[in-house]
């Protein structure tokens, strides 16, 4: 957790991005170590957790993950949890929690409210269109013979 806090440190304080750090270990062994870069890389996407795991997966070269754990300095967001779902870490050491977070300008409470189905305002607009060729292109995935489900 040291190293996750440390690399949280060093991201801060260089103006990459918030006060977030994560590892990814594997065996004992770092595979991993990054923090937010939403600042430096004008990426919203560009969360400690989530380069991680990208780096951890290039690492391994594959995306299951589910052999490591992630230390990380705060409580993952929902996307970064997301992430850590569809790497199937099975594992999350934190340090910081949401409601901490919350207090220096980092709430997530309309994500959490929205995925618990006690808002129905998220902000964004959810337009379905184009659905039956979205369709075809499910079929054709269904009947592809050589396919690697993840």
Not at 23 to 33: A, E, F, N, T
């Amino acid at each position: 957790m040291q190293m996750a806090i440390e690399e949280a440190r060093h991201g801060m304080e260089h103006d990459h991005g918030g006060p977030f750090g994560a590892i990814i270990v594997k065996d004992g062994k770092v595979l991993s170590r990054t923090h937010n870069e939403v600042l430096r890389s004008n990426d919203p996407t560009a969360h400690a957790e989530i380069l991680a795991i990208r780096q951890a997966s290039t690492v391994l070269e594959r995306f299951d993950l589910s052999d490591c754990e992630i230390y990380t300095s705060s409580q993952p967001c929902p996307m970064c949890l997301a992430a850590i779902y569809w790497a199937r870490i099975k594992t999350v050491y934190y340090g910081s929690d949401k409601d901490d977070v919350a207090l220096i300008g980092f709430d997530d409470n309309l994500f959490y409210e929205y995925i618990r189905g006690e808002s129905q305002d998220s902000g964004i607009k959810l337009i379905n269109i184009e659905r039956e060729e979205a369709l075809k292109l499910l079929r054709q995935w269904s009947e592809k013979d050589d396919k690697q489900t993840y």
